[in-house]
């Protein structure tokens, strides 16, 4: 199963918004609404930031939020903070009976 | 609390065996299906396996399917993954973590590193 696509870098400064895509196909992103964001620091474990495309556990900050259109979902951070500043990946049920697939990744700089 | 802790990890060589185990604690492990997700150095996150809450119906990615075997035992609260005719790319750091969804992980453990190399 292939990647999903994401931006290799993001950059913006403390308080503005920044968006970071997730482009599959019909057979993953398009075709569900399964797709969730995770945020991983250094050394750490990854953290779960939304779920089915739009949603967010208890505890993860309202300037999070996640959209889908198309084969394309999106993670939008608003008023960014200098703790935000990690690795974001994306993650999509698929239709071939596998775990699921991961984005490449995107590496978030709060400049 | 959710915890969820791995163990098992180490050198192997290539061609070998081992089994990772994770132990969990603070919630119903027996109503939540479980996922093996895995990081090679310096890369990103792979999912790995996947088992329901009553193990009828489990994942697995296709690098490593006919080689790793996922399992659980709910009496125990422990996850498992037996990992066979390891290869130089099965080199990574493996979490384990509590599915919300299939493919939608809430609570991770802190991951154990499995190094294949000779």
């Known amino acids: 199963q292939s990647a999903l696509t994401q931006p290799a870098s993001v950059s913006g400064s403390p308080g503005q918004s920044i968006t970071i895509s997730c482009t599959g196909t019909?057979?993953?992103?398009?075709?569900?609404?399964?797709v969730s964001w995770y945020q991983q620091h250094p050394g750490k474990a990854p953290k779960l930031m939304i779920y089915?495309?739009?949603n967010r556990p208890s505890g993860v900050s309202y300037r999070f939020s996640g959209s889908k259109s198309g084969n394309t979902a999106s993670l939008t951070i608003s008023g960014l903070q200098a703790e935000d500043e990690a690795h974001y990946y994306c993650s999509s049920y698929t239709s071939s009976s596998t775990p699921g697939v991961f984005g490449g990744g995107t590496k978030l700089t709060v400049l | 609390e959710v915890q969820l802790v791995e163990s098992g990890g180490d050198l192997v060589q290539p061609g070998g065996s081992l089994r990772l185990s994770c132990a969990a604690s603070g919630f119903t492990f027996s109503t939540y299906g479980m996922n093996w997700v895995r990081q090679a150095p310096g890369k990103g996150l792979e999912w790995v396996s996947y088992i329901s809450s009553s193990s009828g119906v489990i994942y697995y990615a296709d690098y490593v399917k006919g080689r790793f075997t996922i399992s659980r035992d709910n009496a125990k609260n422990s996850l498992y993954v037996q990992m066979n005719n390891l290869r130089d790319e099965d080199t990574a750091v493996y979490y384990c973590?509590?599915?919300?969804?299939?493919?939608?992980?809430?609570?991770w453990g802190q991951g154990t590193l499995v190094t294949v190399s000779s």
């Open positions: 019909s057979s993953d992103v398009g075709g569900f609404n399964y």
């Open positions: 089915d495309v739009s």
């Open positions: 973590a509590r599915s919300l969804k299939v493919s939608a992980a809430d609570y």
